[in-house]
């Protein structure tokens, strides 16, 4: 045997913290560090590639600003304290609010960097626990659309196709995403298809790295998508391109559409989003004519007030061309977060419990409360994040509990939610820094990391994959599955498993989707793509094969175009956009400490065309003042032909700064989801 | 260059006594199918056959990707330093000439010139070498052999091993601590004939050709660099297609650009130093905003720049060996050897 002691280097396969597309990589761990990241070769996804975010994921888990003890806030300042004493005061107020005002005055917000298990348990502590549906997480702001219209027309929120199918495209339609930014190695996938002769038809007001491989780039106003989409149905129709046979067999409602989408002829649709008539008949043949056409979509079409119609009409141009239920084909929303895809799936979510089971229907409410062995769980839907700030200021939420969000950049108009946050009584967050909310908050619990504890997250093509524990807790942290069964169990309903194995063996006992699944299926293979309903079904690469639509027949919405609900005008001349860069994630909570990312993109900026730098008398790379009927902010100028003439980008990312200081809390009716990609800004202060 | 051979259960033994007497890394394929560098705990587990890891062999135990430097605290006698552990005996098993060659170039470039670098000193002597010839391209993409670089080493290594396909490997003893090993388990090897040593050749002559690639002139493309600027056009062409993942760099055997951070919270800290990539815009911005290779396009040349003529009037040679990971590891297929077969006209 060995005579010394050996420096213990090991690898760890995990999945990437970052964005929906999955990658896994080997952490490499050496006496208790990550040293390094290799991407796993084998992995369907990966295949030995990484985006810059992913090669360098590891670098903040070591970073010494990591919370490492629970936080109760005293006279205004945070003093460290035990676990126990942080779970007994959340137990006290949580339970005493309910108890005073009943359930639903308090709120928890799970969360699309956590695991499937984490979401399921945070999920089961609102319902079983506190009898209430407050229960939500940040997929209300990016795809609360798609669920909700995807739902609808074809009976299954998510992406219909897989990601091995995308370089076997002839035609792709990429409207509202910035995909090598946001989803890079599924942009890869597009440039490499483009480049073997596929058809790329890019339909954005900004000209991002795909309009360089795009054969159609068309700037389309902000906020008009429907309207071109029914223009691109129009010429399809009207030249008799629709695939009749797979209407007649599979769809039902394409003659309302067919009505509705009459008066949409390029020309009209010309005047509404600024996309030249020809051009826009052009691409929509090209789609047509296609064997294999694929619609992706992001959030350039859900954050809308029309958000759950642009989704309807992405549908409807699928399905009006026969492009769905095959592979390489499909209606294909790209979801942001790692894991924003199995926090709806396990029901972190307002209506819905885990597989979308319905919380209004009595049915399921009496199938939760037998699994879980309580009465009275709530069937009445719950108010969703956007909703909880006015509740709380009209004083009918007490109590919330976040874990691992950050709505204090993340939402709109961020004054509002501040507002909002500092009206409640007691405000718990659960997260790995002091991020901007949890600064605001009366108890902050520090949870792990994703390198510190085992788990699942659902990629953006449904596929549940594994992530795995290199390291050791840091400091007294402990993983957020564990942190929410020490909480029920504080409150009274005794929450204990050995590990996240047990809890998804519980989630696929109650998700038909997941069915089929557990801890020793997810091995063998990497990971397994929903709906999997028994345990020797191999997954589903694509739904609805051959149009057999989850819901039985595809339905047609015939939707008409409407006005964003606010429009540039005289006083605010310029239509403000944001998103995301391709450094950073989300808050920069993680990335502001992953030194080469942050020095990328240090600070916020607002991207201005150069038309627009001159009529206003902008010079690139000075500080100016943006403001919005909600707010200003100060950010560096960035003069560039990226966005259209009229239009200006700010990302969303940072505090100092904040897009979100200016954004629109408008709702899309349905979905609740705010209308981040539109509103009217000028440059300068307010008043 | 004494010749010996060992038969296969015997290496195994071999591989057995040096993951006891030493940390060994040899390349083993997990359960999930992928193949790297692990440490050995079961000699059976290693694999015999030639290979490519995805990460270069530089990147184990001499210049990682993130690795703590220092550690510091501020007190009121001054700052404490403190540097971190020292590096440990290792033996690399298994790796290609490519990364042979490529730690070969690290030498020059982190211990052999005016300011040595500590850590990369430190751990180069307590490393030994012993790689696997490869008979054929471990894929498509390698071009070795055009670039000069193998497939099989003619230095730098402590052992070479040939797989003969008869049971047997061949043995090239290339240093002291090669013979030592050598030495010290001598029952396990045996003499090499000149039977053995003309197969070898045969097999080092056909793994030449199958790595080389005819329309890559090394020479002309060296010589062409210095005189022709890159094609506009090409270079325009492969910074439309990059995503800037930094992939070409951290894959590659002879990057050698770090990065030097501190993690620090009050008083105290960590010095640590990051593997660079000179695909990102921040890697060139200057402290006032400036930066000289604001355009996409002019950071893509740059690596081509480095590579096939920045190096050889460094250090005498391309910084290129051939090992084609900059096209295994890149997302959109950028591959060099476009570049380099541009030149080679
Ligand atoms: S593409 Fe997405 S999942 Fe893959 S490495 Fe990048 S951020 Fe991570
Ligand atoms: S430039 Fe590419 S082919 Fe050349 S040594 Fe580096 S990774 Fe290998
Ligand atoms: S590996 Fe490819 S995509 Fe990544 S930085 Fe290099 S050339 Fe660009």
């Not at chain 2, 720049?305 to 050889?312: A, E, N, Q």
């Amino acid at each position: 045997m060995a005579k010394e002691k050996k420096s213990e280097v090991k690898n760890v396969l995990t999945t990437c913290i970052y964005c929906g597309c999955g990658c896994q990589f080997y952490f490499k761990v050496k006496d208790g560090k990550i040293i390094g990241i290799t991407p796993s070769q084998s992995h369907p996804v990966s295949q030995g590639q990484l985006c810059v975010k992913g090669w360098n994921a590891s670098e903040f888990v070591h970073h010494p600003e990591r919370l490492t003890h629970p936080l109760i806030k005293k006279d205004g300042k945070f003093k460290k304290a035990s676990w126990e004493q942080a779970l007994k005061l959340i137990a006290k107020k949580f339970t005493g609010h309910a108890k005073k005002s009943g359930s639903d005055s308090v709120a928890f917000f799970g969360s699309a960097k956590c695991t499937n298990e984490e979401n399921f348990l945070i999920m089961k502590l609102a319902r079983a626990v506190f009898k209430t549906n407050n229960i939500d997480h940040c997929a209300r702001l990016c795809h609360a659309s798609t669920v909700a219209g995807l739902a609808a027309t074809f009976g299954s929120g998510a992406m219909t196709n897989s990601i091995g199918g995308f370089e076997d495209c002839d035609v792709f339609l990429v409207t509202g995403s910035n995909t090598t930014e946001q989803h890079p190695l599924i942009g890869s996938r597009i440039i490499n298809a483009v480049k073997k002769g596929a058809t790329l038809i890019l339909v954005d007001p900004r000209a991002v790295q795909l309009a360089k491989h795009a054969k159609y780039h068309l700037p389309q106003n902000c906020g008009s998508d429907v309207a071109w989409l029914n223009g691109m149905m129009h010429v399809i129709i009207k030249e008799g391109l629709e695939d009749k046979e797979f209407i007649k067999n599979h769809t039902e409602g394409y003659e309302e559409l067919k009505k509705t989408v009459e008066k949409y002829t390029p020309e009209y649709v010309e005047k509404i989003s600024g996309i030249p008539a020809d051009k826009l008949a052009e691409a929509a043949r090209a789609f047509a004519k296609s064997k294999k056409s694929s619609i992706v979509y992001s959030m350039g079409i859900t954050q809308h007030t029309v958000g759950v119609d642009n989704v309807k009409s992405c549908a409807n141009l699928s399905m009006l061309t026969g492009n769905i239920g095959r592979a390489s084909t499909g209606v294909n929303p790209l979801r942001g977060q790692n894991n924003v895809q199995g926090a709806c799936d396990v029901g972190a979510l307002v209506n819905v419990y885990c597989g979308y089971q319905k919380v209004t229907d009595a049915a399921a409410k009496e199938k939760f409360e037998k699994a879980w062995g309580v009465t009275g769980i709530s069937d009445k839907i719950g108010a969703a994040v956007t909703l909880v700030p006015n509740q709380a200021l009209e004083g009918k939420i007490k109590a919330l509990y976040i874990m691992g969000e950050n709505p204090m950049v993340s939402d709109p108009n961020i004054t509002h939610v501040e507002k909002g946050l500092k009206a409640l009584d007691f405000l718990v967050v659960q997260d790995i820094f002091l991020t901007e909310t949890a600064q605001l908050a009366d108890v902050v619990l520090p949870g792990t990391s994703y390198a510190e504890k085992d788990g699942t997250y659902t990629n953006t093509e449904r596929r549940v994959e594994r992530i795995r524990k290199a390291i050791e807790p840091i400091g007294d942290t402990r993983p957020d599955w564990k942190i929410i069964c020490d909480v029920a169990t504080a409150c009274g309903y005794k929450m204990d498993y050995p590990s996240p194995k047990e809890i998804f063996d519980e989630l696929a006992e109650l998700a038909p989707i997941y069915h089929g699944m557990d801890f020793d299926r997810l091995e063998e293979k990497f990971g397994l793509q929903w709906p999997c309903p028994t345990k020797d079904h191999p997954g589903t690469p694509f739904l609805h094969k051959d149009g057999k639509f989850s819901k039985g027949k595809g339905t047609f919405f015939a939707v008409e175009y409407k006005d964003p609900a606010e429009m540039a005008d005289a006083e605010y001349p310029l239509t403000l956009t944001t998103g995301r860069s391709y450094f950073h994630w989300h808050t920069r909570t993680l990335t502001r400490r992953t030194s080469s990312l942050e020095r990328e993109v240090p600070e916020s900026y607002v991207e201005i065309n150069p038309a627009d730098a001159k009529k206003y008398k902008v010079r690139n790379g000075t500080l100016i003042k943006v403001s919005s009927r909600r707010g200003t902010i100060t950010v560096r100028a960035k003069v560039t032909e990226v966005p259209k003439v009229g239009t200006v980008f700010i990302p969303f990312h940072f505090a100092e700064g904040a897009a979100n200081r200016l954004t629109n809390d408008a709702l899309d009716p349905g979905a609740k989801i705010p209308e981040y990609k539109v509103c009217a800004v000028k440059f300068g202060g307010s008043k | 260059m004494k010749n010996l051979k060992v038969k296969t259960q015997n290496l195994v033994k071999l591989l057995d006594a040096l993951k006891d007497a030493s940390n060994l890394l040899a390349p083993q394929t997990d359960k999930y199918g992928d193949t790297y560098f692990q440490q050995v705990v079961d000699a059976s587990q290693v694999v015999l056959k030639h290979f490519k890891p995805l990460m270069p062999a530089v990147r184990e135990v001499l210049f990682g990707q993130l690795e703590d430097m220092i550690t510091f605290k501020d007190t009121a006698s001054g700052t404490k330093i403190k540097p971190v552990k020292a590096a440990k005996d290792t033996i690399l098993f298994g790796l290609p000439n490519c990364d042979l060659d490529g730690i070969l170039y690290n030498d020059e470039f982190f211990a052999k010139r005016e300011f040595a670098d500590f850590y990369y000193v430190n751990a180069r002597k307590k490393l030994t070498i012993i790689t696997l010839a490869c008979l054929t391209p471990p894929n498509e993409n390698c071009f070795c052999a055009s670039m000069g670089h193998g497939p099989f080493a003619e230095k730098g290594f402590d052992l070479q091993l040939t797989d003969m396909g008869d049971g047997f490997f061949l043995v090239n003893i290339g240093s002291k601590k090669g013979q030592k090993i050598v030495d010290d388990n001598s029952s396990l090897f045996e003499a090499a004939g000149e039977a053995d040593l003309s197969k070898w050749k045969e097999l080092k002559q056909q793994a030449e050709e199958s790595t080389t690639k005819k329309d890559v002139n090394k020479k002309k493309a060296l010589d062409n660099m210095g005189r022709t600027p890159l094609k506009e056009q090409m270079i325009i062409e492969i910074s439309d297609r990059c995503i800037s993942c930094g992939a070409c760099n951290y894959t590659c055997p002879t990057c050698t650009c770090f990065n030097v951070i501190d993690h620090k919270k009050d008083k105290a800290g960590t010095r640590k130093r990051v593997l660079d990539s000179c695909i990102l815009g921040g890697y060139f911005r200057m402290a006032g905003g400036h930066n000289p290779k604001e355009a996409k396009e002019d950071r893509t040349r740059n690596r081509y720049f480095c590579k096939l003529l920045w190096d050889k009037e460094k250090l005498g040679d391309s910084g290129c060996v051939g090992c084609g990971r900059c096209l295994d590891a890149c997302p959109v297929k950028v591959d060099i050897k476009d570049v380099i077969k541009q030149l080679s006209n």
